[in-house]
């Protein structure tokens, strides 16, 4: 079941990105997915193995579902988030979308949980607040740094 909703929620994060309305280009949006997908797999690496903060369970359905989530669910879902920002003006409105990237966190840990995929031993509020905070930040320092050099082209041959 576990690996069935992970699939949905993968469906469903791509077709919100997709027919949503873009502010980025599409290589900005492949650097930003995949520069959010490294660093979640660094976090969820040192959470796991390096402070023992959470434990995976060590089923093959915990394992590919965690694999989902690690490379494909978290990142497209903040590519999406790193979307909504470009098209926010004000400062209340970006914290807000912080504050949506939060609780997407703690919903995501919440259905591990339920599905027992992950069981969370520490931390229980540091962790999501850390995670969203990082990826988040990550996904618009990515995009604001990339946008400039492929604005300015680059040659080559």
């Not at 949006?29 to 060590?58: H, P, Q, R, Y």
């Not at 669910?73 to 949506?100: A, C, D, M, Q, Y």
Request: proline share 3%; hydrophobic share 60%; with cysteine.
């Amino acid at each position: 079941m576990a690996i069935v909703f992970a699939v949905i929620l993968i469906w469903l994060a791509i077709h919100i990105f997709v027919y949503s309305s873009k502010q980025v280009n599409p290589l900005e949006a492949i650097f930003v997915f995949m520069l959010i997908s490294i660093v979640n797999n660094i976090f969820c690496s040192i959470i796991t193995d390096n402070l023992g903060w959470a434990k995976a369970m060590e089923t093959p359905t915990a394992k590919t579902v965690i694999t989902l989530q690690r490379i494909i669910i978290i990142p497209l879902l903040f590519l999406i988030i790193v979307n909504g920002h470009n098209r926010l003006k004000k400062l209340t409105s970006e914290l807000l979308l912080l504050l949506f990237s939060f609780v997407l966190i703690v919903a995501i840990e919440e259905l591990c949980s339920y599905f027992h995929i992950m069981n969370y031993m520490e931390n229980r509020w540091l962790i999501p607040v850390l995670h969203s905070c990082l990826l988040y930040l990550t996904g618009v320092l990515a995009l604001h740094l990339y946008r400039p050099i492929l604005k300015k082209g680059i040659m080559m041959r």
